[in-house]
Protein backbone atom coordinates (compact mmCIF):
# COMPACT_ATOMS: atom_id res chain seq x y z
CA UNK A 1 0.00 0.00 0.00
CA UNK A 2 1.58 3.18 -0.98
CA UNK A 3 2.36 5.83 1.65
CA UNK A 4 0.18 8.77 1.40
CA UNK A 5 2.10 11.99 0.19
CA UNK A 6 2.90 14.51 3.01
CA UNK A 7 0.10 17.71 3.05
CA UNK A 8 0.60 21.17 4.54
CA UNK A 9 -1.71 19.79 7.36
CA UNK A 10 0.86 17.27 8.34
CA UNK A 11 3.56 19.80 8.14
CA UNK A 12 1.65 22.43 10.53
CA UNK A 13 0.99 19.73 13.06
CA UNK A 14 4.35 17.95 13.30
CA UNK A 15 5.54 22.09 13.79
CA UNK A 16 3.71 22.67 16.14
CA UNK A 17 2.20 26.22 14.11
CA UNK A 18 -0.99 26.75 11.61
CA UNK A 19 -1.36 26.07 7.97
CA UNK A 20 -1.50 30.07 7.01
CA UNK A 21 1.78 29.83 8.91
CA UNK A 22 3.44 27.00 6.97
CA UNK A 23 2.47 28.48 3.66
CA UNK A 24 3.99 32.24 4.56
CA UNK A 25 7.08 30.81 6.22
CA UNK A 26 7.76 28.18 2.04
CA UNK A 27 6.71 31.60 0.36
CA UNK A 28 9.84 33.53 2.16
CA UNK A 29 7.04 36.30 4.51
CA UNK A 30 8.97 38.41 6.67
CA UNK A 31 6.40 38.15 9.35
CA UNK A 32 7.48 34.67 9.93
CA UNK A 33 10.02 34.40 12.65
CA UNK A 34 13.46 32.93 11.71
CA UNK A 35 13.29 30.38 14.75
CA UNK A 36 9.93 29.26 13.07
CA UNK A 37 10.70 29.15 8.92
CA UNK A 38 13.69 27.14 10.19
CA UNK A 39 11.07 24.79 12.28
CA UNK A 40 9.02 24.74 9.25
CA UNK A 41 11.76 23.72 7.27
CA UNK A 42 13.23 21.17 8.78
CA UNK A 43 9.84 19.16 9.11
CA UNK A 44 9.22 19.51 5.32
CA UNK A 45 12.66 18.22 4.92
CA UNK A 46 12.07 15.04 6.75
CA UNK A 47 8.51 14.64 5.70
CA UNK A 48 9.79 14.64 2.24
CA UNK A 49 7.14 17.16 1.42
CA UNK A 50 9.71 20.17 0.07
CA UNK A 51 10.99 17.68 -2.97
CA UNK A 52 7.49 16.83 -4.17
CA UNK A 53 6.01 20.37 -4.26
CA UNK A 54 8.50 21.10 -6.59
CA UNK A 55 8.13 18.34 -9.50
CA UNK A 56 6.94 19.91 -12.46
CA UNK A 57 6.74 23.48 -10.89
CA UNK A 58 7.64 26.47 -13.17
CA UNK A 59 10.46 28.49 -11.61
CA UNK A 60 9.61 31.69 -12.38
CA UNK A 61 8.84 33.44 -9.02
CA UNK A 62 11.88 34.72 -7.19
CA UNK A 63 15.77 35.03 -7.07
CA UNK A 64 17.86 34.11 -4.18
CA UNK A 65 20.51 36.01 -2.98
CA UNK A 66 23.37 35.01 -0.06
CA UNK A 67 25.43 38.02 0.20
CA UNK A 68 27.77 37.86 2.96
CA UNK A 69 26.69 40.71 5.01
CA UNK A 70 25.06 43.64 4.38
CA UNK A 71 26.37 46.20 6.69
CA UNK A 72 28.75 47.42 3.96
CA UNK A 73 28.08 49.91 0.74
CA UNK A 74 29.74 47.21 -1.76
CA UNK A 75 26.63 44.65 -0.38
CA UNK A 76 24.11 47.25 -0.95
CA UNK A 77 25.22 47.84 -4.06
CA UNK A 78 24.93 43.99 -4.72
CA UNK A 79 21.38 44.05 -3.35
CA UNK A 80 20.84 47.19 -5.19
CA UNK A 81 21.91 45.85 -8.99
CA UNK A 82 19.99 42.31 -8.12
CA UNK A 83 16.88 44.16 -7.27
CA UNK A 84 16.32 46.23 -10.31
CA UNK A 85 16.98 43.52 -12.37
CA UNK A 86 14.65 40.98 -11.00
CA UNK A 87 11.76 44.15 -11.05
CA UNK A 88 12.94 44.77 -14.35
CA UNK A 89 11.54 40.90 -15.08
CA UNK A 90 8.70 41.20 -13.16
CA UNK A 91 10.28 38.66 -10.56
CA UNK A 92 11.47 39.47 -6.45
CA UNK A 93 14.59 39.58 -5.18
CA UNK A 94 14.86 37.75 -1.51
CA UNK A 95 18.13 38.24 0.39
CA UNK A 96 19.86 36.08 2.87
CA UNK A 97 22.96 37.46 5.11
CA UNK A 98 25.11 34.33 5.49
CA UNK A 99 26.86 35.75 8.42
CA UNK A 100 23.95 36.09 10.01
CA UNK A 101 24.41 34.05 13.57
CA UNK A 102 21.63 31.72 12.65
CA UNK A 103 22.55 31.00 9.21
CA UNK A 104 22.45 27.29 7.69
CA UNK A 105 23.49 26.67 4.23
CA UNK A 106 21.62 23.13 4.26
CA UNK A 107 18.11 24.98 5.96
CA UNK A 108 18.90 27.49 3.51
CA UNK A 109 19.19 24.81 0.33
CA UNK A 110 16.03 23.25 2.10
CA UNK A 111 13.94 26.97 1.80
CA UNK A 112 14.74 27.13 -1.60
CA UNK A 113 13.67 24.26 -2.91
CA UNK A 114 10.75 24.80 -0.94
CA UNK A 115 9.59 27.91 -2.84
CA UNK A 116 9.65 28.86 -6.79
CA UNK A 117 12.91 29.86 -6.98
CA UNK A 118 13.62 30.86 -10.62
CA UNK A 119 17.66 30.77 -9.56
CA UNK A 120 20.24 31.80 -7.40
CA UNK A 121 23.44 34.01 -6.70
CA UNK A 122 25.89 33.85 -4.55
CA UNK A 123 27.61 36.71 -2.91
CA UNK A 124 29.73 34.84 -0.25
CA UNK A 125 33.08 33.80 0.25
CA UNK A 126 32.45 30.70 2.46
CA UNK A 127 28.88 29.13 1.48
CA UNK A 128 30.35 25.49 1.33
CA UNK A 129 27.00 23.17 1.63
CA UNK A 130 25.53 20.67 -0.78
CA UNK A 131 24.92 22.96 -3.91
CA UNK A 132 24.22 19.86 -6.10
CA UNK A 133 20.76 19.42 -4.72
CA UNK A 134 20.29 22.56 -6.58
CA UNK A 135 21.68 21.75 -9.44
CA UNK A 136 19.94 18.15 -9.81
CA UNK A 137 16.61 19.95 -9.39
CA UNK A 138 17.32 22.98 -12.23
CA UNK A 139 18.06 25.58 -10.51
CA UNK A 140 20.64 27.43 -11.86
CA UNK A 141 23.12 28.97 -9.74
CA UNK A 142 25.74 32.12 -10.04
CA UNK A 143 28.91 32.94 -8.06
CA UNK A 144 29.49 36.44 -8.12
CA UNK A 145 32.90 38.40 -7.39
CA UNK A 146 34.72 35.43 -6.74
CA UNK A 147 37.93 35.75 -8.22
CA UNK A 148 39.53 33.89 -11.35
CA UNK A 149 41.54 31.57 -9.02
CA UNK A 150 38.21 30.09 -8.15
CA UNK A 151 38.39 26.37 -9.55
CA UNK A 152 34.81 24.78 -8.90
CA UNK A 153 33.38 24.68 -12.51
CA UNK A 154 30.62 26.85 -12.08
CA UNK A 155 28.57 30.27 -13.40
CA UNK A 156 30.82 33.00 -12.35
CA UNK A 157 30.25 36.90 -12.83
CA UNK A 158 33.59 39.35 -11.66
CA UNK A 159 35.09 42.05 -12.02
CA UNK A 160 39.24 42.52 -12.99
CA UNK A 161 40.62 42.08 -9.49
CA UNK A 162 43.72 41.07 -10.63
CA UNK A 163 44.49 44.58 -12.95
CA UNK A 164 42.85 46.95 -10.59
CA UNK A 165 45.10 45.89 -8.18
CA UNK A 166 47.76 46.17 -10.46
CA UNK A 167 47.02 49.87 -11.44
CA UNK A 168 46.40 51.15 -8.31
CA UNK A 169 49.83 49.48 -7.42
CA UNK A 170 50.99 50.81 -10.69
CA UNK A 171 49.87 54.32 -9.76
CA UNK A 172 51.69 54.96 -6.30
CA UNK A 173 55.50 53.39 -8.25
CA UNK A 174 54.66 56.02 -10.71
CA UNK A 175 53.95 58.88 -7.99
CA UNK A 176 57.55 57.99 -6.77
CA UNK A 177 56.78 55.36 -3.97
CA UNK A 178 58.82 52.58 -3.43
CA UNK A 179 57.84 51.37 0.22
CA UNK A 180 53.95 50.36 -0.72
CA UNK A 181 51.63 48.53 1.72
CA UNK A 182 49.52 46.37 1.10
CA UNK A 183 46.28 45.34 3.52
CA UNK A 184 43.74 42.68 1.70
CA UNK A 185 41.37 40.32 2.63
CA UNK A 186 41.29 37.06 4.01
CA UNK A 187 44.07 34.96 2.74
CA UNK A 188 41.89 31.72 1.56
CA UNK A 189 39.36 34.17 -0.32
CA UNK A 190 39.97 34.36 -4.11
CA UNK A 191 39.25 37.58 -4.79
CA UNK A 192 41.72 38.35 -2.11
CA UNK A 193 44.36 36.18 -3.68
CA UNK A 194 43.75 38.35 -7.08
CA UNK A 195 44.46 41.19 -5.87
CA UNK A 196 47.58 40.10 -3.84
CA UNK A 197 48.96 39.00 -6.78
CA UNK A 198 47.79 42.31 -8.66
CA UNK A 199 49.59 44.47 -6.43
CA UNK A 200 53.18 41.95 -6.39
CA UNK A 201 52.90 41.88 -10.27
CA UNK A 202 53.06 45.00 -10.64
CA UNK A 203 55.65 45.55 -8.03
CA UNK A 204 58.01 43.48 -10.47
CA UNK A 205 57.05 45.08 -13.20
CA UNK A 206 58.22 48.34 -11.53
CA UNK A 207 61.35 46.68 -10.40
CA UNK A 208 60.66 46.97 -6.89
CA UNK A 209 60.97 43.91 -4.69
CA UNK A 210 58.52 41.99 -2.91
CA UNK A 211 58.56 42.32 0.57
CA UNK A 212 56.50 40.01 3.14
CA UNK A 213 56.91 42.58 5.93
CA UNK A 214 54.58 45.15 3.68
CA UNK A 215 51.93 42.23 3.29
CA UNK A 216 48.86 42.00 5.83
CA UNK A 217 45.52 40.16 5.73
CA UNK A 218 42.54 41.46 7.02
CA UNK A 219 38.95 41.14 6.25
CA UNK A 220 37.70 43.82 3.66
CA UNK A 221 36.45 45.90 6.69
CA UNK A 222 37.39 48.51 8.66
CA UNK A 223 38.80 46.83 11.39
CA UNK A 224 40.84 44.75 9.48
CA UNK A 225 42.51 47.71 7.82
CA UNK A 226 42.87 49.12 11.21
CA UNK A 227 45.02 46.20 12.63
CA UNK A 228 46.94 46.15 9.06
CA UNK A 229 47.51 49.55 8.82
CA UNK A 230 48.82 50.12 12.55
CA UNK A 231 51.63 46.88 11.92
CA UNK A 232 52.62 48.22 8.72
CA UNK A 233 53.04 51.97 10.43
CA UNK A 234 54.74 49.99 13.52
CA UNK A 235 57.67 48.93 11.23
CA UNK A 236 61.09 50.52 11.45
CA UNK A 237 60.76 51.56 7.72
CA UNK A 238 57.08 52.07 7.28
CA UNK A 239 55.83 52.74 3.83
CA UNK A 240 55.32 55.57 2.27
CA UNK A 241 51.93 54.47 0.32
CA UNK A 242 49.23 52.25 1.21
CA UNK A 243 47.03 49.93 -1.22
CA UNK A 244 43.98 48.52 0.51
CA UNK A 245 41.92 45.58 -0.85
CA UNK A 246 38.25 47.59 -0.34
CA UNK A 247 37.33 51.04 0.43
CA UNK A 248 36.54 50.18 4.10
CA UNK A 249 39.81 48.87 4.82
CA UNK A 250 40.98 52.10 3.20
CA UNK A 251 39.03 53.96 5.90
CA UNK A 252 40.94 51.63 8.66
CA UNK A 253 43.58 52.67 7.17
CA UNK A 254 42.74 56.84 7.52
CA UNK A 255 41.65 56.09 11.27
CA UNK A 256 44.99 54.52 12.05
CA UNK A 257 46.86 57.48 10.38
CA UNK A 258 44.80 60.30 11.80
CA UNK A 259 45.67 58.52 15.09
CA UNK A 260 49.14 58.68 14.46
CA UNK A 261 48.43 62.40 13.36
CA UNK A 262 50.07 61.70 9.87
CA UNK A 263 48.42 63.99 6.91
CA UNK A 264 46.94 62.06 4.33
CA UNK A 265 48.46 62.27 1.21
CA UNK A 266 51.63 64.49 2.39
CA UNK A 267 52.82 61.88 4.91
CA UNK A 268 50.80 58.37 3.48
CA UNK A 269 49.34 57.71 0.16
CA UNK A 270 45.96 55.61 0.47
CA UNK A 271 44.14 53.59 -2.40
CA UNK A 272 41.12 51.25 -1.71
CA UNK A 273 39.27 49.89 -4.34
CA UNK A 274 35.64 48.96 -5.00
CA UNK A 275 34.70 53.00 -5.74
CA UNK A 276 31.51 53.15 -3.15
CA UNK A 277 29.71 56.50 -2.39
CA UNK A 278 32.08 56.17 0.99
CA UNK A 279 35.07 57.04 -1.43
CA UNK A 280 33.91 60.56 -1.78
CA UNK A 281 33.18 61.70 2.09
CA UNK A 282 36.39 60.90 3.26
CA UNK A 283 38.90 63.00 3.94
CA UNK A 284 40.47 63.78 1.38
CA UNK A 285 38.36 61.56 -1.06
CA UNK A 286 39.97 58.01 -1.78
CA UNK A 287 41.57 57.50 -5.04
CA UNK A 288 40.31 53.89 -5.60
CA UNK A 289 39.24 51.26 -8.06
CA UNK A 290 36.47 51.11 -9.42
CA UNK A 291 34.38 48.15 -10.07
CA UNK A 292 30.78 48.18 -11.76
CA UNK A 293 29.14 46.72 -8.92
CA UNK A 294 25.69 46.99 -9.56
CA UNK A 295 26.46 45.89 -13.14
CA UNK A 296 27.79 42.68 -11.63
CA UNK A 297 24.32 41.73 -9.90
CA UNK A 298 22.78 42.97 -12.54
CA UNK A 299 24.78 40.49 -14.97
CA UNK A 300 24.24 37.71 -12.96
CA UNK A 301 20.45 38.02 -13.27
CA UNK A 302 20.73 38.10 -17.02
CA UNK A 303 22.49 35.35 -16.82
CA UNK A 304 20.27 33.31 -14.86
CA UNK A 305 17.60 33.09 -17.74
CA UNK A 306 20.27 32.33 -20.13
CA UNK A 307 20.80 29.14 -17.73
CA UNK A 308 17.75 28.56 -17.80
CA UNK A 309 17.16 28.40 -21.33
CA UNK A 310 20.81 26.54 -22.19
CA UNK A 311 20.67 22.95 -22.80
CA UNK A 312 23.70 21.82 -20.50
CA UNK A 313 27.54 22.92 -22.11
CA UNK A 314 30.45 24.94 -20.49
CA UNK A 315 29.29 27.11 -17.39
CA UNK A 316 29.51 30.94 -18.44
CA UNK A 317 32.25 33.26 -16.69
CA UNK A 318 32.45 36.56 -17.19
CA UNK A 319 34.44 39.26 -15.78
CA UNK A 320 33.92 43.29 -16.17
CA UNK A 321 36.12 45.66 -16.33
CA UNK A 322 37.66 48.21 -13.32
CA UNK A 323 38.85 51.58 -13.61
CA UNK A 324 41.26 53.47 -11.34
CA UNK A 325 39.90 56.92 -10.12
CA UNK A 326 42.56 58.97 -8.78
CA UNK A 327 41.19 61.42 -6.35
CA UNK A 328 42.95 63.52 -3.29
CA UNK A 329 44.31 60.37 -1.32
CA UNK A 330 47.37 59.93 -3.41
CA UNK A 331 50.26 62.07 -4.13
CA UNK A 332 54.31 61.57 -4.26
CA UNK A 333 56.26 60.69 -1.73
CA UNK A 334 57.06 63.55 0.84
CA UNK A 335 61.23 63.66 1.34
CA UNK A 336 62.40 61.46 4.61
Request: aromatic share 4%.
Given at each position: ?124 AHVDGD ?202 PAQR
Amino acid sequence: MATPKPTLADVARVAGVSVPTVSKAISGRSDVAQATRERVLSVMNDLGYAGRAHAGVERDGLIELAIGGIGSMWALEIVRGAEEAAFRTGRSLVVANTQHETFSVERWIDSILARKVSGVIIAAAHVDGDLSRLHSTGVPVIHLDVGRTESRDEAQVGATNWAGMRDATRHMIELGHTRIGFVGGESDVPVAQDRLEGYTAALRQGGLAVDPALIMHGDFLVGGGERGAEALMSLDDPPTAIVAASDLTAMGVYNVAHQRGLSIPADLSVSGFDDTVLCEYLSPPLTTVRQPISQMADQAVRLLDDMARADGGPQPRIELSTVLVERGSTAAPAQR
